[in-house]
Structure formats: structure tokens, C-alpha cells
């Protein structure tokens, strides 16, 4: 399984257990508290990154942007935003920026 894959299909998972029990799942129950509380915790994983990057090891970088990545997909589903959406302004800017890249080229 890609890289791609591998987010799709917890992307999926996340909007399937949005609404699940509480009780049984950490997305259900991160959803239960509400837009504030996922939005607080993809602030605090994105610290502990900056943390992990300035006084961590490799694997505990690693670790952190899990939790980073993990969280902002949780946050994303939430606002009813998709993934793709996110890759497509990627790719947009992909090519505004090969555009650039040519024009300094030919200057
Ligand atoms: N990738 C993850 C993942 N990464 C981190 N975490 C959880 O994130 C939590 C982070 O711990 P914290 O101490 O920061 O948070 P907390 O203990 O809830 O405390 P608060 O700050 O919320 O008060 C832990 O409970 C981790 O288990 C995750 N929980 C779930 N997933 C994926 O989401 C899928 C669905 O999970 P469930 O919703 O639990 O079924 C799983 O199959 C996994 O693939």
C-alpha cells in the first residue's frame, strides 16, 4: 500500500467513526467535544513536531507527525473538507510554481 493509500483509508475510517460511540473510538469522542477540542489538539501535536524537530530524535519526529497528520485529517473531516481538496490546491501550486520556475529561466 502507497503513501496515498495509506491516507485514504484513514481518512475513510475517520469519517466512518465520526458519529460512532465515544466510548469506543477517540474519533467519535474527539468529535463529541467539539470543533474547539480538535482544533486544540492539532495545535499541540503541531508543537510537540517543533519540539521533536528542535530537541528530538528521528523516530520521535516521526512519531509526533503521526500524531500531527492524524489529528489535522480529524480536523479536516469535521469541517467537511477532503483530502483530495487538499491535494488539488497542492497540485495548483505545483504548477503556479513550475510556471515561476519557467519565467526565471528564460529571463
Ligand atoms: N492514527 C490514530 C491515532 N494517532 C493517535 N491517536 C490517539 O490520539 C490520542 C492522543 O493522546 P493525547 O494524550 O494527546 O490525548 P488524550 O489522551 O485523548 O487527552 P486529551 O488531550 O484529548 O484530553 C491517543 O489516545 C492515541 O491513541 C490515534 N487514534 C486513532 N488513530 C487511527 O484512527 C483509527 C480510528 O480510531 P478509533 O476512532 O479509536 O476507532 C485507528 O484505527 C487508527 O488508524
Known amino acids: 500500500m502507497d503513501d496515498a493509500q495509506i491516507l485514504a483509508r484513514l481518512e475513510a475510517v475517520i469519517a466512518e467513526r465520526r ?54 485529517l480529524v480536523l479536516l473531516s469535521a469541517k467537511g473538507v477532503a483530502l483530495a481538496d487538499v491535494t488539488a490546491e497542492l497540485q495548483r501550486r505545483e504548477g503556479v510554481s513550475g510556471i515561476a520556475e519557467k519565467a526565471s529561466r528564460s529571463s
Open 19 to 72: 458519529a460512532g460511540d465515544p466510548s469506543a473510538s477517540y474519533v467519535a469522542k474527539l468529535n463529541a467535544r467539539g470543533i474547539g477540542k480538535i482544533a486544540q489538539k492539532v495545535g499541540e501535536e503541531a508543537t510537540e513536531v517543533v519540539i521533536a524537530a528542535l530537541s528530538g530524535d528521528k523516530a520521535e519526529l516521526v512519531g509526533e507527525a503521526a500524531d500531527l497528520v492524524f489529528h489535522l
